[in-house]
């Protein structure tokens, strides 16, 4: 039988990082000693107290019937008091709080539960893909906004269109950035959330790297008095506490929102494993032991990485947080061409920027989530590239 699959489905391409992975398997098999410096998977491990508490936990037979879907009160209560520890902000663990199965989950079905069809969401240029997955799934219309270096990698609100404007019921952001590693200010968040009463559009901001940042502590959204009423901020332990296995993130802010987009998970997922959620719940209650040494090893990977970088002629702004530096090559090229070079000369992969969207074209985005042995190594092949042969 010849099955036909669904027209949503033939429109989506193959998510960007499963082809890198995919890429970098290839080339393996070829024998070559690739290093990649392709996706964000940090290679530190988890923490062990975190991973002994999982151990015990696993062990307690009551962790091994259904989870809840919104999670269980424990983890929701430890990540309602790292909040108030954190930005100074009180959740309700019941209405505010929603755990999600690592947070790209929370991201793809967010527009579902705001989004008709015909509706716009504005998506940022370049983005984290799983951004336009639920916006295409519902029907709803995306509009590309441009990232672009010369305002800091953050959105220019005035210069967007009306007309699309007008119809548009959601924005994600995420700060720090991937993959440009900009960060954002409160005084942003300010004008983002006066943009967004003035408009009725729900933001959406994602905090994936809020703990890798290299300079002041990333502010919340949320610490905008009245940011509440129109927006949610999603977590993740994967790049906070290394844990991107574990598969768990959170979503927080408006109780609508948040309780809306629980009552679709409810028909969707279980929730995750208590055990793990009981992982994360102790990660977050000793946050300020973990988190510090993870932070520093990023930062003193970011600033060995950019040295290099900058003595082997590329160009760029060094990342105010995130584990990825945006970067222009020493030449100008086209990003895929930067790739192929970089691969074929270097046997170093690294994510091309136009695949993160149009304003991404002419950036290579390296990934410090490779052990510093193999960074190392990396430098030194970058270091050694005559990038006049792709002239
Ligand atoms: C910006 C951004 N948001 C969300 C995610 C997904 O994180 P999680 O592992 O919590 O699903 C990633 C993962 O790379 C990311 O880069």
Redo the contacts with the bound molecule.
Sequence with gaps: MNIELSEKLKSFKPFL?EELYRKERAERAKGKDIISLAV?DPDLPTAGPIVDCAVREVRKGANHRYPNTKGNENLRGEISAWHKRRHGLSFHPGEEVSI?I????G?AHLPFVVMNPGDYCLIPDPT?P?YRTGVVLSGGRIHDVPLEEKNGFLPDLGKLPRKVVEKTKLFFL?YPN?PTGADATLDFYKDLVKWAKKNGVVIAQ?A??CDIYFGKPAPSLLQVPGARDVAVE?Y????TYCM?GW???WVVGNSKLVCALNKLKENIDSGPFNAIQNAVAFGLKHHEKIVPPIRAHFKARADRFCSALEAAGWRFKRPGGSCFVWARPPVDCTSIDAVYFMLEKAAILTAPGSGFGKYGEGFVRFSLTEPDAKLAQAVRRLKALDWSALK
């Design positions: 990082f964000g999600l690592g947070s790209k989950e991201i984290y799983t995420n991937n994602d994936a790297y999603f993740s332990s994967s790049k991107a598969r768990i993130g």
